[in-house]
């Protein structure tokens, strides 16, 4: 019996754990309801009018209001549509007069697909580039890898990609231009994933994977650029702290190789943090695609969400910010999960 004590508490703190978990989440969740359909009825944009066009007579719009529930109190309008939310329900578009949740599931791959080959981009180089520039910390490569990250702070995003179809497609013929892929491509693979290389891969149609991956390379690279300036800057400043340590300065005098100080010793400590850095930035590039999904007329949420702004239509703007306010809950969820794996303390 005392030998089975020890399992019967560490199954006790995984399920409070994970109990402890989905109720924060949950709340999150219900908070981040609350705040997408408030903001959503205070806006000076009249979802009544959006439906009935500012033509209507006053019996159509009191009959629409009513059609809508929009005559209700507030609050019951609220419960109502956490209701909705909770069974999928995201109420109907006016723009494409379809199911806001079956316009999302469709728009929503194309922006994964984008801001994940970004963070690759992002992660691959701007983790490297951090580190190298704390190991080389005052010297010529430091300072342009410095100057390199501001650039990702201060360009706007919508300059950058009208600059590079500029450059790389019009001018250099280097990369395709908008779209996901040129339009006798469009169709040829069945939707699967909602992943172009993903399906086109699948399908073994690799004439439409090469040109999808063409048309993904330069706002994927865009993309990967501002996230490569945030992760490099902040590697970076994790590694100073760190080669500053004593620990790293024994490992030196007991002649340990330099790679070795940096990337066995230093590097270590500062993968939790970069995890939160990481997860941030992805989180960022999902929600921030909006210009560069409209330069390159990318069909992502971040496109579609512009839509439905210029068309006043409610439903879509409420249902694509819940998403992506969702993925924010996800990826930190994520990442608290992650810190677990690699750092014992903190479990």
Known sequence: MPADAPVSKRLQRSAGSIGGFVVVTLLTFIGLLAITFFIGRVVPIDPVLSVVGD???QEQYDAAKIALGLDRPLVMQFFSYVGDVFQGDLGRSISTNRDVAADLT??????LEMATLGIIIGVGLGVPLGVYAAARQGSWVDQIIRVFALLGYSVPAFWLGLVGLAVFYAGLGWVSGPGRVDIFYEGLVPARTGLMLVDAALA???DVFWNALDHLGLPAAILGFFSLAYIARMTRSFML???GQEYVTTARVKGVPEWRVIWGHAFRPIRVPLITVIGLSYAALLEGSVMIETVFSWPG???YLTVALLNADMNAVLGATLVI???????NKL???LYRVLDPRSR
């Not at 469709?106 to 922006?111: E, L, M, Q």
């Open 55 to 57: 033509r209507a007579t």
């Open 106 to 111: 469709r728009v929503f791959p194309a922006t």
């Open 204 to 206: 073994g149609d690799w």
């Open 241 to 243: 702290d760190q080669l």
């Open 301 to 303: 949420i971040g496109n």
């Open 325 to 331: 306010g969702a993925v924010f809950i996800l990826i």
């Open 335 to 337: 990442s608290d999960v």
